[in-house]
């Protein structure tokens, strides 16, 4: 039988204590990690690659742990607060006004409120009026009301915007008969029979016992009411009627300041009066009255001419001009160039057309005037409002 071979090779070697070479493994013949090559197979020592350390696991909550749900109050902090004062309607569709009248006023009546196709252009410029003149004011304001001319629609006017301003207005207003020619103010507002059965209070009661007016209520005895406008009456004595100075007109003003944002001065004719000097001293702004004819438009810008060249150029520019449709003037008067001559020398030309509720001189009242008429009291007073600043 034959040997293995690896037996016979045994037998073959040396000892190794004899100093023989001892047969070696293909393993043992590589030079491990030196780079060089090897001898008996040609190749370049494997490298074993070095590993980047494994990251460590995060650490595992226990097994009981629970994740905590933020509070209520939390949740509530932690969200942005809505800006109700910039945006009302965050949380509500905002709604078109109602329309009021016509036909889409008929619409939304008949749909009960279904249908609503908002207010008309008319319905938006009166809103646009009585925002205008309802706007909140800081202070204390005064428009004085004058003409050249008497009978020309001045004390009327007086009347029909500050009963105006009383409708659209939060607080009342007051107005001033400061007419030194006994001036018929609060007979217009309330009516001559009214008038005569009241108590007797003018404007120099109220001087002779202003030192003792506090308040709004002591100061109320003096005065006379056309539902929410309240009135000083004017002297109606012929000796005394002259007799207001631009002293004591100021003293009555600065009163009136005390309770009342808005204050109607009805001053008479004439710029050259005691009283005129403090009146429109204290003015805020003008209107002058006039009327649809040559000599009113004449005398109107005269009046215009007279304040800008005596120290009162402002009040001139800012000036509101009405012209007043009182006689109803023939077609033979050209309304157009009147206007056109007036227009250009003042902030706002307004005209009030001929009305029997203004022209017949008697109690002036919102609900018996056109609605022309009406409409023309807001212009007029929207524009008063306009030049408080």
Sequence with gaps: MHEPADNKALALAPDA???QPQPRRRRDLRRAGDGTVDARTGTMPAVT?????IPEAPAQPPRNFRRQRP?????????PMPDFTSSPGLFVREQKPRPVGGVRGALYALTGGALNMGPGAKQREEDELARRISRQLQGSF???VLSLKGGIGKTSTTVGVGLTLAEFRGDPPCAIDANPDSGDLVERALGEGIYQQATP?????????????DSLTSLSRYMHH????????????PEVSDSLTATEYLRIRKLISNYYAVALTDCGTGVTHNAMSGILQ???NLIIAAGYAVSGAKRARSTLQWLASHGYEELARNAIVV??????VSSRVDKDAIEEYLAGICRELIAVPHDRGVADGDLVTLDVLKPATRRAYKEIAAAIVDGYR
């Design 323 to 328: 012209i007043t449709d009182k006689d109803e």
């Design 201 to 213: 209070r003018t404007i120099t009661d109220l001087l002779e016992n202003i030192e003792s007016i």
């Design 71 to 79: 509070t209520t109050a939390e949740t509530i902090a932690n969200q």
């Design 142 to 144: 005064n428009t004085a």
């Design 17 to 19: 204590d004899e100093g």
């Design 282 to 284: 204290s003015a805020d």
């Design 49 to 53: 690659p070095e590993r980047s350390p």
């Design 226 to 237: 056309a539902g929410r406008l309240h009135l000083i009456a004017g002297e109606q004595d």
